[in-house]
């Protein structure tokens, strides 16, 4: 049976493309929808819709687009997959460790299968959870992925339909979940024909990118079962476990009842059926705790938040860089700040909004916030894509690691750092259209003057921006390289197996800073389980005179260790010390240093 949503439509045709190629007009139902029932259509069928007996489209539900967003759709018999992941139970959000990629520029085949290969490094490196830039079909053979335009699709240069499903059952055969990127804010400007068939767009609102999803006018009640279809798509027939949804504060929407709680409850509907728990992660620059309040508390109901302020801190106070938005970071006070609360923002005036910004607070569970130290965004909205390792010293990179990894919150990788990849992240696309690629890059070069970047951005529409892009997956066994591996490794393995790290929260969670030496500490207890750890965020060696914590410790991490491409550390390996000497300690550049409570 074939059901299309054409409100819009005086007339619909089924187009079946054999041979024998057939047309088949479609019978109107109530509230715009066609429908044509085809007893003999099976998996692999290609078809179109015609739309007043003019123009032939995809359809906007399309499971595969075989010959890219320009060609036919394809009937795909979800029931033909074999899974082998029965006994996948999925894992609660506090025991993901994240680790975000980009399908096309994780591996030199750029395919699904590729990443199946590596899946073992990523288990043995720690990480929990694969959280995969979007898979729907987009135009061309290269794009970050938000330019999808089928959001039912799986691109077919990445290996299509049953080239994900392979990919999310090897990652549950090892342990691994599964976070699938999705756009709801906005469609790609190529190949997209959802406004021909319906309403699904606004023209009260505008994002960045064109008009807004209809969530809160006319016929948006069909637009919104459209998004949450997709959502529950994912689900089931791809057994994602969980949904990061892009940019919601671009989602706009006045009705009493948002979309997103919607999306939340269906969510949980969904969940309760299954018999096993999806998740929806946002990302949101808005800092607004709703995000993550129960739909009962008025809010939206979402599991966890993108936080961008732990980053914005360390990176503004390491760096010293002020453009953009990084002009609202930089002090000191911020960099202990986001340490206690994630969130720097909670409703303090921000010079790059020129407004009041945020009403996050410290109530707000910290397994519910996503920290990193690097993400997508953050490399591939640079000038020349540079990632953390371009932009910090290597002492400080270790830092700023610890400091992510070893937070209550929930930390996120992005693909290739735990080595220190060197290659940039680029923003890249393969658009058909010559006039639509020098849009994006003017677009490019526009968004680049907030934050006063000399220089051209590398070209968009190259083929040579794409490979740049590529992990150099060789550098993990080279230097300075493979010992940043090891210590992430390390990193990982605390807060796998020490029970103080190993559940986000801030049972037991005291921080303590000295301002003039650069220095935080802080301490976790978990029962009988003790964490204490010293950051210094000094880039020249200071004295400081520490405040040991009470009891017996053991050191258990050491950045100026030798194995982690240190020369040795003053920190001693055992406390207590003599306190009452009260001797000052020599810290040597970005200092990591954690001990365990002894037993007892």
């Not at 459209?226 to 529950?232: H, M, Q, R, S, V």
């Not at 994912?234 to 929407?253: G, P, S």
């Not at 970071?329 to 005036?349: C, M, P, S, T």
């Not at 020249?540 to 009891?551: L, N, R, T």
Request: net charge negative; charged share 25%.
């Amino acid at each position: 049976m074939f059901t299309v949503w054409a409100p819009r439509a005086q007339q619909v045709d089924l187009l079946l493309f054999g041979p024998p190629d057939q047309i088949l007009p479609m019978q109107p139902l109530r509230q715009g929808y066609w429908r044509k029932t085809v007893p003999t259509a099976a998996d692999g069928q290609k078809y179109a819709f015609r739309l007043n007996g003019r123009v032939q489209r995809a359809d906007p539900v399309s499971h595969a687009q075989p010959e890219g967003v320009h060609g036919p759709s394809q009937i795909i018999d979800h029931r033909q997959f074999s899974w082998q992941d029965q006994a996948w139970r999925g894992l609660p959000p506090e025991a993901y460790v994240i680790y975000e990629l980009h399908v096309g520029t994780f591996s030199n085949g750029g395919r699904f299968r590729d990443i199946i290969g590596r899946l073992d490094d990523l288990v043995e490196l720690g990480v929990t959870a694969l959280e995969i830039m979007p898979v729907a079909a987009f135009p061309g053979a290269r794009n970050w992925g938000y330019d999808g335009v089928f959001p039912f699709a799986v691109q077919q240069t990445y290996g299509g339909p049953n080239g994900f499903k392979a990919l999310v059952d090897a990652c549950h055969r090892r342990g691994l979940a599964v976070v699938l990127d999705v756009v709801y804010n906005h469609l790609g400007p190529e190949g997209n024909s959802l406004a021909e068939f319906g309403p699904y767009f606004s023209g009260r609102y505008q994002t960045p990118w064109g008009e807004a999803v209809n969530f809160d006018g006319p016929d948006s009640d069909d637009v919104r079962n459209y998004f949450i279809a997709n959502a529950l798509h994912w689900f089931d027939c791809y057994h994602v476990d969980a949904l990061r949804l892009d940019a919601i504060q671009t989602i706009y929407d006045r009705s009493a009842s948002p979309f997103l709680a919607e999306l939340s409850e269906a969510t949980e509907e969904y969940s309760r059926r299954d018999g096993r728990r999806r998740y929806l992660i946002a990302e949101s620059d808005l800092n607004d705790e709703r995000v993550v309040q129960t739909r009962s508390a008025r809010g939206l109901g979402l599991d966890a938040n993108w936080c961008d302020d732990l980053h914005h801190a360390v990176h503004a106070f390491l760096t010293g860089e002020r453009q953009g938005y990084y002009q609202d970071y930089g002090d000191w006070a911020q960099v202990v700040k986001a340490l206690r609360d994630g969130f720097v923002y909670g409703g303090e005036f921000s010079r790059y909004r020129g407004r009041r910004y945020g009403n996050f607070t410290p109530q707000i569970p910290p397994r519910r916030l996503v920290v990193s130290t690097q993400n997508h965004d953050l490399a591939g909205n640079r000038l020349l894509g540079e990632r953390t390792s371009r932009l910090l010293p290597f002492g400080a990179l270790k830092l700023f690691a610890a400091t992510v990894i070893l937070s209550p919150y929930l930390p996120l990788l992005f693909m290739g750092e735990e080595y220190g990849e060197t290659a940039p992240f680029l923003y890249f696309t393969d658009h058909g259209d010559p006039d639509l690629s020098e849009a994006v890059r003017r677009g490019r070069q526009d968004e680049f003057e907030r934050f006063a970047w000399q220089g051209q951005p590398p070209d968009p529409g190259a083929l040579e921006t794409f490979e740049r892009s590529r992990l150099r997956w060789d550098q993990r066994k080279q230097g300075q390289h493979a010992q940043l591996l090891v210590f992430y490794r390390q990193l990982l393995s605390l807060r796998r197996n020490v029970p103080a790290l190993c559940l986000p929260g801030k049972t037991g969670y005291q921080v303590k800073d000295w301002e003039s030496e650069r220095v935080i500490t802080w301490q976790r207890q978990l029962g009988e389980s003790g964490v204490w750890a010293c950051l210094g965020f000094n880039a020249e060696p200071v004295s400081w005179m520490p405040e040991w914590p009470e009891g017996a410790w053991r050191k258990i991490l050491d950045a100026d260790d030798q194995a982690f491409g240190g020369n040795g550390s003053h920190f001693p390996e055992l406390l207590p010390l003599r306190r009452e000497a009260r001797d000052k300690l020599r810290l040597l550049p970005y200092t990591v240093a954690v001990y365990l409570k002894e037993p007892g």
